[in-house]
T-cell receptor, first 113, second 111 residues
Framework: AAGVIQSPRHLIKEKRETATLKCYPIPRHDTVYWYQQGPGQDPQFLISFYEKMQSDKGSIPDRFSAQQFSDYHSELNMSSLELGDSALYFCASSRGGAGDTQYFGPGTRLTVL | GNSVTQMEGPVTLSEEAFLTINCTYTATGYPSLFWYVQYPGEGLQLLLKATKADDKGSNKGFEATYRKETTSFHLEKGSVQVSDSAVYFC??????????FGAGTTVTVRA
């Protein structure tokens, strides 16, 4: 079965640079979620989109922005990167908004040097 | 707000031992409860879920029962294998979109 696709899988950036992470949900899933998992930490919710509109917002820094496109894929844009942004970024998708199970992608490991 | 408290690890077991990972939650009403598993170097996989009181979720020999009276969703497996070595996360969702995760429990199974 098709799963959530994230790209790139690994990314290395310098401080103050920008990064763009991409997420392709499972076909026919209309809701996308972004989570950040620091080393040895539990995943923390950043933001979600349902039918291309922001549906919920968590602890996402102002330096980050995200959107969901007409084909339901989503991009997380991160600017002025800091060392503390080094983490595993997960995308998850579901169908039908808040009520359905979230399926996670493999994650993008971002390292900020 | 909604929160999950999960048994601290790490937990080290021998093959064929019984595994229990405790999870309790704080939320109003009836949240949906989940167990996710993260194998080394991989993403989160849904292991099982329960959406209402007394529901039992099960998968791959793992079970968890939604207990409203004790606000718990403990994960159990009767006979673990080396391949069960992973980090296990308890999570809940209530009303809104986001999942709230516990701190994770690292389980190591030795042959």
């Amino acid at each position: 079965a098709a799963g959530v696709i994230q790209s790139p899988r690994h990314l290395i950036k310098e401080k103050r640079e920008t990064a763009t992470l991409k997420c392709y949900p499972i076909p026919r899933h209309d809701t996308v979620y972004w989570y950040q998992q620091g080393p040895g930490q539990d995943p923390q919710f950043l933001i979600s989109f349902y039918e291309k509109m922001q549906s919920d917002k968590g602890s996402i820094p102002d330096r980050f922005s995200a959107q969901q496109f007409s084909d339901y894929h989503s991009e997380l844009n991160m600017s002025s990167l800091e060392l503390g942004d080094s983490a595993l970024y997960f995308c998850a998708s579901s169908r039908g908004g808040a009520g359905d199970t979230q399926y996670f992608g493999p994650g993008t490991r971002l390292t900020v040097l | 707000g909604n929160s999950v408290t999960q048994m601290e690890g790490p937990v080290t077991l021998s093959e064929e031992a019984f595994l229990t990972i405790n999870c309790t939650y704080t939320a109003t009403g009836y949240p949906s409860l989940f167990w996710y598993v993260q194998y080394p170097g991989e993403g989160l996989q849904l292991l099982l879920k329960a959406t209402k009181a007394d529901d039992k979720g099960s998968n791959k020999g793992f079970e968890a029962t939604y207990r409203k009276e004790t606000t718990s969703f403990h994960l159990e497996k009767g006979s673990v294998q080396v391949s069960d070595s992973a980090v296990y996360f308890c999570a809940l969702r209530k009303g809104d979109y986001k999942l709230s995760f516990g701190a994770g429990t690292t389980v190591t199974v030795r042959a």
